[in-house]
């Protein structure tokens, strides 16, 4: 049985790229999503943003990348394609993780990936999927060519959820993490708070953003 660990190697059975063990992005897994930079009509796909620890070892994702690239083009080195391999330095909503999660990879498919917890069985709980969570991915290399554009991408497999951490991007953090036990007065706690009487509005926005 194969381990997650910090090296990506090829799987024996499928022929897909193991990554190594990263930590998830804007995981759109269960359902497709139209991305910020896609236009219109674009198909949705379900998609994933992996954040690479330093010290991981992908070389193995760097010369699958490489191989399809010479496969569709005959000097690839020459044409200035679009990297899979993106620095996490140049996103500025991301810059602050560079240190410890300098490559990020993205990875797409319009068929739905197969999702696993730790466990191996199936997961189909969507709050169990979020940004910052750990996991490893199965991945296919691809060359492509379109509008003008040329590069490498991966194809989303399969992902098997691993440990869970602190929320990164946009995730939204976990309840439990946000409150703590508090006490309260008597009474039925989960009963909705008084409206305000006749629903009367504020006189003016600044006694609600004073």
Known sequence: MATPGNTAFVSETSGDIWTPRCRMLWPALFEP?????DPPDKIQKHAITLLVPKGSNIEVLKKEAARVAGEKWNDPASMNLRSPFI???????????????????RARSIDPPGVVGPDGKRVNDPSLVYGGRWCVVTLQAFAYE????????FGLQNVQLLDHDEPLGSARVRAESEFQPVEISSGNADSAAPAAENG?????????FS
Do not use: C, W
């Open 200 to 208: 009367a509005a504020p006189e003016s926005s600044d006694s609600l």
């Open 33 to 37: 999503e139209r991305f910020r930079d």
């Open 146 to 153: 379109t509008k003008g554009n040329r590069g490498v991408s």
């Open 87 to 105: 620095s996490v330095a140049g996103q500025p909503k991301l810059a602050e993780h560079a240190e410890d999660y300098p490559i990020m990879l």
